[in-house]
């Protein structure tokens, strides 16, 4: 059985910091992409950054030079660290992976994350 846990989300203000972990079990980590994910009340859900088992990343556009993502193979943990923090930047957080970069297999419960003063 497959399980993605998040932790870390939270409230914070315009302008802070928060960091988002996510552990895997009941896959072999190292082979999966790993990535995050945000929804919005009313919207969509969205790509936030992906990172794969060696090391390459992307960022959604709304999020580069503000977000870091990053990965601990032997800990099966995908981090997501968060600086900048903007209003819009409020939304659930969802954790995902998959064998293919941009096509998540599997689903974290998901983390809220609101920023506002």
């Known amino acids: 059985q497959v399980q993605l846990v998040e932790s870390g989300g939270g409230l914070v203000q315009p302008g802070g910091s928060l960091s988002l972990s996510c552990t895997a079990s009941?896959?072999?980590?190292?082979?999966?992409?790993m990535g995050w994910y945000r929804q919005a009340p009313g919207q969509q859900r969205q790509f936030v950054s992906v990172?794969?088992?060696?090391?390459?990343?992307n960022y959604a556009e709304s999020v580069k030079g503000r977000f870091t993502i990053s990965r601990d193979n032997a800990k099966s943990t995908v981090y997501l660290q968060m600086n900048s923090l903007k209003p819009e930047d409020t939304a659930v957080y969802y954790c995902?992976?998959?064998?293919?970069?941009?096509?998540?297999?599997?689903w974290g419960q998901g983390t809220p994350v609101t920023v506002s003063s």
């Open positions: 990172i794969i088992s060696g090391g390459w990343r």
């Open positions: 009941g896959i072999i980590f190292s082979k999966y992409s």
């Open positions: 995902s992976a998959g064998i293919s970069r941009y096509r998540p297999d599997y």
